[in-house]
């Protein structure tokens, strides 16, 4: 890839600090470098999308900003706080800020719904079994599943069930960030619109910032606010979808405006935009 392009934050975000600010990080495993002196930043109330082609290292930098693997060398700021000098309270408090979805759900099969929703609060919080329930309940409800979910088990859910009670536990801490890895792969196209539709709501009404990795051409002119490209072991490409559909790169071009890209309708974004008004959050 040789087309750069990285346009300026527009007014409202250099108006604000990224939620998470990542410079020149390098993730190795063995001698394979993933990713290289990669940067990003991700600012409050933004849903970003964050694809590239497979294998290219998106769920690893996923992972590198959740602390799950290590990063050989470079900087991560997670709420302004450099993630290598916190302690290991202020990194709880950290990680108890961001929600995850990891692509396919990884629901714990021998947990109910109700369960797997109060994993993250039995680990992070001191609470009474009869709160939990109740806070559980309230995610259900918020993720727009019926109150008879919370007893069932993941082997009975549809595939937007299963993702819509992965995404209430991602959410039953009340974080500030969501990463989604792929939250709408296998899901059919009515089912994965009505996901997208409640990401955005989500983020509309609790101002979240969400990290979304995806191949799902629909979700990123749907929802996404701002799209980063994994390529060359970078980010190579940042940019609205507009900006997308003007890139001269050969991989981005053939992403946004091949074959399975001539449907779409390159006014939709702009068009939602107007619809919904500026989103303003965090
Ligand atoms: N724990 C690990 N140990 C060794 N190699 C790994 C590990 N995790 C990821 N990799 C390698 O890093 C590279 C990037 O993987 P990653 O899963 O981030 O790709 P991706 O862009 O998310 O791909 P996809 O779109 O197919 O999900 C791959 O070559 C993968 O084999």
Not at 106 to 129: C, G, H, K, T, W
Not at 271 to 282: D, F, S
Request: charged residues 25%; contains cysteine; negative net charge.
């Amino acid at each position: 890839m040789s087309d750069v392009v990285n346009p300026a934050p527009d007014q409202a975000q250099r108006s604000r600090e990224p939620v998470i600010s990542v410079r020149d990080v390098t993730v190795s495993f063995g001698s394979q470098t993933v990713l290289d002196k990669l940067c990003l930043d991700i600012f409050p109330g933004e849903i970003l999308g964050f694809i590239g082609p497979s294998g290219s290292g998106k769920s690893v930098l996923m992972r590198t900003i959740l602390g799950l693997n290590r990063k050989a060398s470079g900087e991560i700021r997670i709420f302004g706080r450099n993630i290598d000098n916190v302690t290991e309270t202020e990194k709880m408090a950290i990680d108890m800020r961001m929600g995850v979805l990891f692509q396919h759900g990884a629901l714990f099969s021998s947990l109910n719904v109700l369960e797997n929703i109060q994993v993250p609060m039995r680990e992070y919080l001191d609470l009474s079994p009869k709160l939990m329930d109740e806070l559980a309940r309230l995610k259900i409800d918020l993720v727009g599943l019926t109150p008879d979910t919370a007893e069932k088990f993941p082997s009975e859910l549809s595939g937007g069930m299963i993702k819509r009670a992965a995404l209430a536990r991602a959410l039953a801490l009340d974080p500030d960030v969501v990463f989604l890895d792929e939250p709408t792969s296998g899901l059919d196209p009515i089912g994965a619109a009505e996901f997208d539709d409640l990401i955005a709501n989500l983020r509309d009404t609790m101002g979240l910032t969400v990290y979304m990795v995806t191949h799902d051409l629909d979700s990123l002119f749907a929802v996404c606010d701002r799209i980063a490209v994994l390529g060359k072991k970078r980010v190579l490409v940042e940019g609205t979808i507009e900006d997308m559909l003007t890139v001269d790169d050969p991989w981005v071009k053939s992403y946004f405006r091949g074959k399975r890209a001539r449907q779409i309708d390159p006014a939709a974004p702009t068009r939602r935009r107007a619809e919904t008004g500026p989103r303003q959050a965090g």
